[in-house]
T-cell receptor, first 114, second 111 residues
Framework: NAGVTQTPKFRILKIGQSMTLQCAQD?????MYWYRQDPGMGLKLIYY???????DKGEVPNGYNVSRSTTEDFPLRLELAAPSQTSVYFC?????????????FGPGTRLTVL | DAKTTQPPSMDCAEGRAANLPCNHS???????VYWYRQIHSQGPQYIIH???NNETNEMASLIITEDRKSSTLILPHATLRDTAVYYC????????????FGGGTRLMVKP
């Protein structure tokens, strides 16, 4: 299993540009998450999904959109990039049941907006 | 979910046990204690979790006090590769199994 994969690894955007961060998992997990991590800080939840077709906002959703058309993929869309969105973005997935299921994280996408 | 308090940083000598404390005095009866770590900007990695009993796996041991208001993560023989930020997270049965990350403890293992 590849686990959770993210592309691209790095990206530089100009202010106002758009892009999609890709995330895929091959563990058949129903739950998927997007976090951002600013320098020296903990992770903050942007959006999450409990299954295909179902998404919900996390703590910091403004400026982002998500979709979940399949169990495997959970792309994150930035429509009008701003310098405040410069961050490292992590995607994660977990099983939907079981005793306290753990989250598996991808390697991250480092985004700079100039 | 209950808030956690961790020291911002700790040092440990290589080969010795690393004991990382976490305070969660407002924890509720159905909330689990989770530990994750993040090695140098990689994605966080799950270590262990527990509800009330002490837990042990191949990576670490988790000791939860009887009143559940604090816990300690123990890395029995720390190596240089254990240098990382360690996050203690308390999570209840929220709809999306979401985790709330605080600042964590930066553990530096020194030779």
């Amino acid at each position: 299993n590849a686990g959770v994969t993210q592309t691209p690894k790095f990206r530089i955007l100009k202010i106002g540009q758009s892009m999609t961060l890709q995330c895929a998992q091959d563990m058949n997990h129903n739950y998927m998450y997007w976090y951002r991590q600013d320098p020296g800080m903990g992770l903050k939840l942007i959006y999450y999904s409990v299954g295909a077709g179902i998404t919900d906002k996390g703590e910091v959703p403004n400026g982002y959109n998500v979709s979940r058309s399949t169990t495997e993929d959970f792309p994150l869309r930035l429509e009008l990039a701003a310098p405040s969105q410069t961050s490292v973005y992590f995607c994660a997935s977990s099983a939907s049941s079981g005793r306290g299921p753990e989250q598996f994280f991808g390697p991250g996408t480092r985004l700079t907006v100039l | 979910d209950a808030k956690t308090t961790q020291p911002p940083s700790m040092d440990c000598a290589e080969g010795r046990a690393a004991n990382l404390p976490c305070n969660h005095s407002t924890i509720s009866g159905n909330e689990y204690v989770y530990w994750y770590r993040q090695i140098h900007s990689q994605g966080p990695q799950y270590i262990i979790h527990g509800l009330k009993n002490n837990e042990t796996n191949e990576m670490a041991s988790l000791i939860i006090t009887e009143d559940r208001k604090s816990s300690t993560l123990i890395l029995p023989h720390a190596t240089l590769r254990d240098t990382a930020v360690y996050y203690c997270i308390v999570r209840g049965n929220n709809a999306g199994n979401m985790l709330t990350f605080g600042g964590g403890t930066r553990l530096m293992v020194k030779p």
